[in-house]
C-alpha cells in the first residue's frame, strides 16, 4: 500500500480528536466558568448526549457495512460527517445569551447531541474503512499508527489553538483529504448473507470473546481517561495554580510526546507483537498515575512536564488498540464468513462514549459534592479532593483495565490463523 494512503486515511483523526479534544478539555470548564451553568446540571447535559452518541454509534456501523453507492462504502459518510461536524462545532462554542440554568441546560444539551450525531457519521466509518484497506497485519498496525498520530496532533492543534472557527476548518479539509485519498479504495463489496437485525448484529460482536475482553479492558480504562482529561483543567489551574499559557505548554508536551511515540510503539509491536506493548504501556501509565499527581508542589511546572512525557510515551502505546479491533473482526469472520468492520468499531465507539458519559457526570457530580466554586481560589480540601482523583482515582481504573487486557485470548499466531480459515471459508 502507497505511504500516501496511508497518511491520507489518517489525516481525518485531525478534525475528528480535534474536536473531541476541544470537548474534553473545555466544553465542560467553558459551561461551568463562563456561561454559568451548574456544574451537577453540566455534567448531566453532557453525559445524556454522550449516551445518545453511544447508542448511534453501532447504528451508523452497521448502515455503512450495508451501503453501496458510486462514490464508495464509507466515502458519502466521511464527507457529510465532516460538512456536519464543522458546523456543529460552531453552534456549542458560540451560545447566545442564556438566561436561566434551564435555558443553559437544553441548549447545551442540544447542541452537544447534535456534534456527537455528526461526529459518528464520520468517525465510526472512518475507523470502520482502516480494517478495509489491507488484510496485511504489518499494513495494519500502520494504518491505525498513521490514524493515531494524526488523532494526537489534532489534540495538540486543539490545545493551543482551542478557537471553534479554526477547529471547524480543520474538520472539514482533514475529511476532504480523507475522502480524496481513499475513495478509489472503498469498494469492499457486502458479505452475503449477512444479517439485516440491528438488534441481532450487536450481541453478535459481543458473542465475540477476543473483542469482549477487548472491549471491557477498554471500556475501564477510557472511564479512567476521559476523568484525567475532563479534571485536566480543574487540576492545573485550581491545584497546581498554573497561568494558562503554562497549562497549554504541559498539555501540548504531553500530546506532541504521544505523536513522537507513535512510531517507537508500531516499530515495538512488529518485533514483539501488539498484545504485550499494549498492556506494559497501560500498566505502566496506572502506576505513574497513581504515584505522582497528588505530590506535585504548587506554582511550579516542571514536575507536570516531566509527568507529561512519561504519561505521553505510555499514552502512545494505546495507538495499538484500534489495530487489535480490527484483527478482532477477522476472528468473527473466520466463525461467520462475515465482515463487519462498521459493527465492530460502532460497539467499541459506543463503549468508549459510555465510558465518558460515566466519567464525565461522575466529575459533575464530585465538583458539586466536594463544593468547589468556579472562578475563585478553592479551599485545600477542595483543591486535594481534585488532585485525587487527577491522580489515584484515574490509576485505579487503569489497573482494573490492565489486568483484563492480560487475559485477552489474542497474539499474532492466532490471528494469523483467524485469517487463513477466513480465507478457506470464503474460498470454500
Given at each position: 500500500?502507497?505511504?500516501?494512503?496511508k497518511?491520507g486515511?489518517?489525516t481525518a483523526?485531525l478534525?475528528?480528536?480535534?474536536?473531541?479534544?476541544?470537548?474534553?478539555?473545555?466544553?465542560?470548564?467553558f459551561?461551568?466558568?463562563?456561561v454559568?451553568?451548574n456544574?451537577?446540571?453540566?455534567?448531566?447535559?453532557v453525559?445524556?448526549?454522550?449516551?445518545?452518541?453511544?447508542?448511534?454509534?453501532?447504528?451508523?456501523?452497521?448502515?455503512?457495512?450495508?451501503?453501496?453507492?458510486?462514490?464508495?462504502?464509507r466515502?458519502?459518510f466521511?464527507?457529510?460527517?465532516?460538512?456536519?461536524?464543522?458546523?456543529?462545532?460552531?453552534?456549542?462554542?458560540t451560545p447566545?445569551?442564556l438566561?436561566?440554568?434551564s435555558?443553559?441546560?437544553?441548549?447545551?444539551?442540544?447542541?452537544?447531541?447534535?456534534?456527537?450525531?455528526?461526529?459518528?457519521?464520520?468517525s465510526?466509518?472512518?475507523?470502520?474503512l482502516?480494517?478495509?484497506?489491507?488484510?496485511d497485519?504489518?499494513d495494519?498496525?500502520?494504518?491505525?499508527?498513521?490514524?493515531?498520530?494524526f488523532?494526537?496532533?489534532?489534540?495538540?492543534?486543539?490545545?493551543?489553538l482551542?478557537?471553534g472557527?479554526?477547529i471547524?476548518?480543520?474538520?472539514?479539509?482533514?475529511?476532504?483529504?480523507t475522502?480524496?485519498?481513499?475513495?478509489?479504495?472503498?469498494?469492499?463489496?457486502?458479505?452475503?448473507?449477512q444479517?439485516?437485525?440491528?438488534?441481532?448484529?450487536i450481541?453478535?460482536?459481543?458473542k465475540?470473546?477476543?473483542f469482549?475482553?477487548?472491549?471491557?479492558?477498554?471500556?475501564?480504562?477510557?472511564?479512567?481517561?476521559?476523568?484525567?482529561?475532563t479534571?485536566?483543567?480543574?487540576?492545573?489551574?485550581?491545584?497546581?495554580?498554573l497561568?494558562?499559557?503554562?497549562i497549554?505548554?504541559?498539555?501540548?508536551?504531553?500530546?506532541?510526546v504521544?505523536?513522537?511515540?507513535?512510531?517507537?510503539?508500531?516499530?515495538?509491536?512488529?518485533?514483539y507483537?501488539?498484545?504485550w506493548?499494549?498492556?506494559?504501556g497501560?500498566?505502566?501509565?496506572?502506576?505513574?498515575?497513581?504515584t505522582?499527581y497528588?505530590?506535585?508542589?504548587?506554582?511550579?511546572?516542571?514536575?507536570?512536564?516531566?509527568?507529561?512525557?512519561?504519561g505521553?510515551?505510555?499514552?502512545?502505546?494505546?495507538a495499538?488498540l484500534?489495530?487489535?479491533?480490527?484483527?478482532?473482526?477477522?476472528?468473527?469472520?473466520?466463525?461467520?464468513?462475515?465482515?463487519?468492520?462498521g459493527?465492530?468499531f460502532?460497539?467499541?465507539?459506543?463503549?468508549?462514549k459510555?465510558?465518558?458519559?460515566?466519567?464525565?457526570a461522575l466529575?459533575?457530580?464530585?465538583?458539586?459534592?466536594?463544593?468547589f466554586k468556579?472562578n475563585?481560589?478553592?479551599?485545600p480540601?477542595?483543591?486535594?479532593y481534585?488532585?485525587?482523583m487527577?491522580?489515584?482515582?484515574?490509576g485505579?481504573f487503569?489497573?482494573?483495565?490492565?489486568v483484563?487486557?492480560?487475559?485477552?485470548p489474542?497474539?499474532e499466531?492466532?490471528h494469523?490463523e483467524?485469517h487463513q480459515?477466513?480465507l478457506q471459508?470464503?474460498?470454500?
Amino acid at each position: 500500500m502507497y505511504l500516501r494512503t496511508k497518511i491520507g486515511y489518517g489525516t481525518a483523526e485531525l478534525g475528528i480528536i480535534g474536536v473531541e479534544m476541544v470537548m474534553r478539555l473545555y466544553l465542560l470548564i467553558f459551561y461551568t466558568d463562563t456561561v454559568g451553568l451548574n456544574p451537577r446540571y453540566a455534567g448531566y447535559a453532557v453525559a445524556l448526549a454522550v449516551i445518545w452518541d453511544a447508542i448511534t454509534d453501532p447504528i451508523v456501523g452497521v448502515i455503512s457495512d450495508r451501503t453501496t453507492t458510486k462514490w464508495g462504502k464509507r466515502t458519502p459518510f466521511i464527507f457529510c460527517g465532516g460538512v456536519l461536524l464543522a458546523a456543529s462545532v460552531l453552534i456549542i462554542l458560540t451560545p447566545p445569551q442564556l438566561d436561566t440554568q434551564s435555558q443553559k441546560f437544553t441548549y447545551l444539551l442540544i447542541t452537544y447531541i447534535i456534534l456527537n450525531t455528526s461526529m459518528t457519521i464520520l468517525s465510526i466509518p472512518h475507523a470502520a474503512l482502516g480494517g478495509e484497506l489491507s488484510d496485511d497485519n504489518d499494513d495494519r498496525t500502520e494504518l491505525y499508527g498513521w490514524r493515531f498520530l494524526f488523532a494526537n496532533l489534532g489534540a495538540l492543534i486543539a490545545a493551543i489553538l482551542p478557537n471553534g472557527h479554526f477547529i471547524a476548518g480543520v474538520v472539514f479539509f482533514s475529511a476532504l483529504v480523507t475522502v480524496i485519498s481513499t475513495n478509489k479504495y472503498d469498494h469492499t463489496p457486502i458479505d452475503k448473507g449477512q444479517s439485516t437485525k440491528l438488534l441481532s448484529a450487536i450481541p453478535q460482536a459481543l458473542k465475540n470473546t477476543v473483542f469482549l475482553y477487548l472491549l471491557i479492558s477498554y471500556v475501564i480504562a477510557t472511564i479512567g481517561l476521559a476523568i484525567n482529561s475532563t479534571f485536566a483543567m480543574y487540576y492545573y489551574k485550581y491545584y497546581i495554580q498554573l497561568p494558562e499559557q503554562q497549562i497549554q505548554i504541559v498539555i501540548g508536551v504531553f500530546i506532541l510526546v504521544v505523536c513522537l511515540s507513535i512510531l517507537f510503539w508500531v516499530k515495538i509491536s512488529k518485533k514483539y507483537g501488539k498484545k504485550w506493548p499494549a498492556f506494559g504501556g497501560i500498566l505502566a501509565l496506572a502506576i505513574m498515575t497513581v504515584t505522582t499527581y497528588p505530590f506535585f508542589p504548587k506554582h511550579n511546572i516542571f514536575f507536570p512536564l516531566c509527568a507529561a512525557v512519561l504519561g505521553g510515551i505510555m499514552v502512545g502505546a494505546t495507538a495499538l488498540l484500534d489495530a487489535i479491533v480490527a484483527d478482532t473482526v477477522d476472528y468473527d469472520a473466520a466463525q461467520t464468513g462475515q465482515r463487519q468492520e462498521g459493527l465492530y468499531f460502532g460497539v467499541w465507539r459506543m463503549g468508549a462514549k459510555a465510558s465518558r458519559a460515566a466519567a464525565i457526570a461522575l466529575c459533575g457530580l464530585w465538583l458539586d459534592y466536594i463544593g468547589f466554586k468556579p472562578n475563585t481560589l478553592q479551599t485545600p480540601q477542595v483543591a486535594s479532593y481534585i488532585a485525587y482523583m487527577f491522580g489515584p482515582g484515574v490509576g485505579c481504573f487503569l489497573v482494573v483495565s490492565a489486568v483484563v487486557f492480560y487475559f485477552i485470548p489474542y497474539s499474532e499466531a492466532k490471528h494469523e490463523e483467524w485469517h487463513q480459515q477466513y480465507l478457506q471459508r470464503k474460498q470454500g
